[in-house]
């Protein structure tokens, strides 16, 4: 009986306890940084599903919507011929709607934020949260068939293929992103 009681809350214990695997994207986000390496397409799918699928330019994007709140995330994904080497180039979080196709995302993307940014942040945060380092520069940009501001960040001076991207709308950001180079 004992054995038996203990058995049990060994379980229960393991039960309430962490995931076993942390987040890829949402780990993403939260180092403002791919650590400790540019994770693959393959991966978040095992994870999350497949999402509304779009062919772009010879790559893939892959849409999800976040349960419990309206914001969307996009995953654009390489042109590599074999899936296993597929790595995910950008990720982005909008507000904007990005698929008609609900596909969820299995975790919360409710409360994501880049280097403390939020959707619905004020742009002039951006520059007060990048200043004195980094390489900023504005132009415009498309998302989802609607015209933005884009403030683009290279955090690293010296590191060329990291970057983000926010998107503003009035004086709002109402999306933004972190990706790589090739």
């Known amino acids: 009986m004992r054995n038996a009681l203990g058995l049990a809350f060994i379980f229960l214990c393991c039960l309430s306890g962490e995931k076993s695997s942390q987040d890829l994207v949402l780990d993403a986000f939260k180092k403002g940084d791919f ?12 994870q999350h599903g497949e999402g509304a699928v779009r062919h772009v330019d010879g790559g893939i994007e892959r849409v999800y919507a976040s349960t419990g709140c309206k914001v969307w995330l996009r995953l654009s994904v390489g042109t590599d011929a074999d899936p296993e080497y597929r790595i995910v180039e950008e990720l982005l979080l909008s507000s904007i709607p990005l698929s008609k196709k609900e596909f969820f995302y299995n975790e919360s993307l409710c409360k994501t934020s880049l280097h403390g940014i939020s959707l619905g942040d004020k742009s002039s945060k951006i520059s007060k949260v990048f200043r004195g380092g980094g390489l900023i520069k504005k132009g415009q940009a498309t998302l989802a068939g609607r015209s933005f501001e884009e403030i683009y960040v290279n955090p690293n001076k010296d590191e060329s293929d990291l970057y983000y991207r926010f998107y503003i709308e009035g004086s709002e950001v109402a999306a933004f992103s972190i990706g790589v180079t090739e």
């Not at 650590?35 to 095992?46: C, K, L």
């Open 35 to 46: 650590v400790p390496h540019v994770f693959t397409d393959q991966q978040v799918t095992r």
